[in-house]
């Protein structure tokens, strides 16, 4: 194995991203010349196959670090489109609610981070 052939195992998390997006995927099968991600097929060392001359998808090793970013990154944007899907459904007095919590969370955020 060459240094720059990635060294990973059926069921290893990956990252696989391109110009628009990051995501993390679990490795299926790993053959001598492949490793393939569902119905991505990626060479050793993290090329996609198949993907066109313009297609700058690629596979790379999984930091614990990039992951705890994704996942957070994934769940705000969840929760954000919860938010946006149930915000008209709510009375005023829910909305103010929400509001007055929101701001008092980012104030007291605020001055908790001053006092340390």
Not at 2 to 24: A, F, P, T, Y
Not at 35 to 60: A, D, E, H, P, Y
Not at 82 to 105: G, P, S, Y
């Amino acid at each position: 194995m060459s240094d720059d052939e990635l060294n990973v195992k059926e069921g290893d998390e990956v990252l696989v991203s391109n110009l628009n997006q990051e995501r993390i995927v679990k490795v299926t099968r790993v053959t001598k010349t492949m490793i393939i991600c569902g119905t991505s097929r990626f060479t050793k060392f993290g090329v996609l196959i198949g993907g066109g001359k313009w297609n700058c998808t690629s596979m790379s090793l999984l930091t614990p670090e990039k992951k705890n970013e994704i996942l957070e990154r994934d769940e705000r944007d969840r929760l954000r489109r919860w938010m946006t899907d149930n915000i008209d459904r709510m009375r005023l007095e829910e909305l103010r609610a929400v509001k007055d919590l929101l701001f008092n969370m980012r104030f007291n955020m605020r001055n908790i981070r001053s006092e340390s």
